[in-house]
């Protein structure tokens, strides 16, 4: 297995590349409704029916400490005609102050000229020299990185994913927000950070030369290490942040996002443009799914889904297919597909069999979906037959997952440890053990197709796919809750190659 990526064109720039709560640990004490404000610091639908087993036990969440009825069976199970309709969009400017609710007729926004990632137009019209993808002779990657938050600090860490070392740390919000979720673009230069507790999204820029001096210095003022946290709003690789109009308290406040990497350009030899896309609870039990402008903050369009089923909180996972399309994964309940590819926007809903117990979720690189049940099997949705197929010898409370290009990585709790699972034969291949393992939350694949594994206790594992045992163990301090894209590897594994 080739442990160092060589030769992509579009990952020749430095690359910064930083899954996806239980019924969410920590407490939630907010109960507030928030308006939506953007601070740029720059400038019916229908279902899917499905089986539900006749035969349930019951299981107590470790995070919400409520029970819930699980099915016992992990066999294959399959689905009705999925119902697909246009949803109620709204498409909001640079003020989010003046939003107006349509019919979603037309997409007032594009992903781009191009939804692949695969044709472009060269403007100086020279010879196209570089495709998504191409080998360019360009060496190794320079930079890596994983973003893990800190929930109970409200930062988070950014950590060099080939030294070991955590190289700055940034302050999510002024205080008590739970960050928990984080998701890197494409070329690694930003990462999106959402807070369950207070409703709003922050955005950093990765390398130097993204950042903004605001107070006009003439040098950029961010963090240089893991102790040099500045005070929040001072840090000036924060690009932007959003204050939604989720419906208030913790359960609702933005959990699954995921980016898309935006428009081929061949001229810079890089995507641009990219969006990205994350969704939080609305009042009157509907879910908002927003896409924004990557760079700006500037919120682009809400699709409006009502009567979302994700047993009371936030879509929890998000991920992107090869197709560009954004999938969402709710708690035991739904999950989605945003049709992005259709004009107008469409919204594909389907819920999953009640035994499959989805927490964590990813799509691999085939475009399929995976979920981590808890407690339930690992399973997996053909998005082509729309069957299900769960993992046999899984079941547990699953938590973080991710999909590299021959397996699946999960993480368990009860017992706690690694758990391997064959993508393509969709069998269990083991339970790896981590000493010490406190409880296993989230999973990612770093550049290099390295998997990294965060405990939430306050420490992260480097893997080599083909050397388990032999992972390394890095402290990060802070209590970890994640269950997202922290290095931009689901990202990546679904783009040209």
């Known amino acids: 297995m080739q442990k160092t990526s060589i030769g992509k064109c579009w990952l020749a ?6 899954l996806a709560a239980c019924g969410d640990s920590g407490s939630a004490n907010s109960t507030g409704t928030a308006g939506m404000t953007q601070s740029t610091d720059d400038p019916t639908v229908g279902t899917t029916a499905s089986t539900v087993p006749t035969t349930t036990g019951t299981a107590t969440d470790p995070d919400t400490q409520g029970s819930d009825s699980i099915g016992e ?62 080998g360019m002779g360009m060496g190794p990657i320079e930079k890596s990185f994983i973003w893990i938050p800190s929930q109970d600090l409200s930062d988070v860490a950014k950590v060099n994913t080939q030294t070991l070392v955590e190289v700055a740390r940034y302050r999510t919000g002024p205080g008590g927000n739970s960050p928990s979720r984080t998701a890197v673009s494409a070329d690694g230069r930003f990462v999106v950070v959402n807070n369950r507790e207070t409703g709003n999204s922050s955005m950093f820029a990765a390398n130097v030369e993204d950042c903004v001096d605001k107070n006009g210095n003439g040098m950029i003022d961010t963090s240089q290490n893991k102790n040099d946290v ?17 419906a208030g308290g913790f359960s609702n406040g933005p959990r699954g ?11 810079l030899c890089k995507y641009v443009n990219p969006k990205v896309w994350l969704g ?21 369009e809400t699709i409006n889904v009502p009567n979302w089923n994700g047993q009371g909180y936030a879509p929890y996972g998000g991920a992107l297919d090869p197709e560009f399309r954004p999938w969402f994964g709710g708690l035991r ?34 475009g399929n979906p995976w979920f981590a049940g808890c407690s339930g099997p690992v399973s997996t949705f053909d998005a082509d037959t729309e069957q299900y197929t769960s993992v046999p010898g899984t079941n547990a409370c699953y ?67 083909d050397n388990v045992a032999g992972m390394q163990q890095v402290q990060v301090p802070g209590s970890h809750y994640v269950y997202s894209d922290m290095t931009g590897g689901q990202l990546l594994s679904i783009l040209p190659m």
């Open 13 to 18: 720039l430095p690359l910064a590349v930083g």
């Open 73 to 134: 069976t992990t066999t294959t199970s399959t689905t009705s005609p999925t119902t697909t309709i246009s949803p109620t969009s709204t498409s909001t400017g640079p003020d989010p102050s003046t939003t107006t609710t349509t019919t979603a007729t037309t997409t007032t926004t594009t992903e781009g000229t191009t939804t692949d990632g695969t044709t472009g137009t060269s403007t100086t019209g020279n010879p196209v020299m570089c495709e998504p993808g191409d």
């Open 230 to 246: 500045r005070p929040w709003m001072a840090d000036e690789c924060l690009r932007w942040h959003i204050q939604w109009p989720f």
């Open 257 to 267: 996002v995921t980016w898309t990497p935006g428009t081929w350009d061949y001229d």
């Open 280 to 300: 939080y609870n609305a009042p009157g039990g509907a879910a908002h799914f927003v896409r924004i402008d990557g760079e700006t903050g500037t919120v682009e």
């Open 333 to 366: 309940g739904e999950f989605l597909r945003i049709n992005t590819d259709q004009n107008p926007i469409t919204v594909t809903r389907w819920t999953a069999p009640f035994n499959i117990q989805s927490y964590g979720f990813t799509v691999d690189g085939d």
């Open 399 to 465: 938590r973080g997952i991710t999909a590299d290009k021959d397996n699946v990585w999960i993480a368990s709790n009860g017992p706690c440890a690694l758990t391997q699972v064959d993508r393509a034969t969709k069998t269990l291949v083991a339970n790896h053990n981590t000493n010490p393992c406190s409880t296993a939350i989230g999973l990612s694949v770093d550049a290099e197709d390295f998997v990294w594994l965060v405990d939430q206790e306050g420490w992260a594992w480097k893997i080599d796919p």
